[in-house]
Nanobody, 124 residues
Framework: QVQLVESGGGLVQPGDSLRLSCAAS????????MAWFRQAPGKEREFVAL????????YYAGSVKGRFTISRDNAKNTVYLQMNTLVPEDTAVYYC?????????????????WGQGTQVTVSA
């Protein structure tokens, strides 16, 4: 069983940066996929980025590519999402997710474990 706990959300202004963290309890094995999704009010959950544990190979949604960076700290069992040049459209609840397999896409149904979410609000 894996538990995921996100942190780092908050209220920022357009153009600011923010770093989200997702700490995983339990053993994370090579080949697991960890991802970030987000959900804005009235919208479906949207894929943001993923990384393959111990392998790397980050993959991003087009809307965040070049602005967001996903990374992981193997020793801390933690995945990060560095978000730069934030815009109001990035406002959402951000969720960390884990799939105990390699997942190549952003279909949320392929992820077995989810965190509780952390709110990110970008507003002037």
């Amino acid at each position: 069983q894996v538990q995921l706990v996100e942190s780092g959300g908050g209220l920022v202004q357009p153009g600011d940066s923010l770093r989200l963290s997702c700490a995983a309890s339990g053993r994370i094995f090579s080949g697991y996929t960890m991802a970030w999704f987000r959900q804005a009010p009235g919208k479906e959950r949207e894929f943001v980025a993923l990384i393959i544990w111990n392998i790397g190979s980050p993959y991003y949604a087009g809307s965040v590519k070049g602005r967001f960076t996903i990374s992981r700290d193997n020793a801390k069992n933690t995945v990060y999402l560095q978000m730069n040049t934030l815009v109001p459209e990035d406002t959402a609840v951000y969720y960390c997710a884990l799939a105990p397999r390699i997942v190549s896409g952003g279909d949320p149904r392929r992820y077995d474990y989810w965190g509780q979410g952390t709110q990110v609000t970008v507003s002037a």
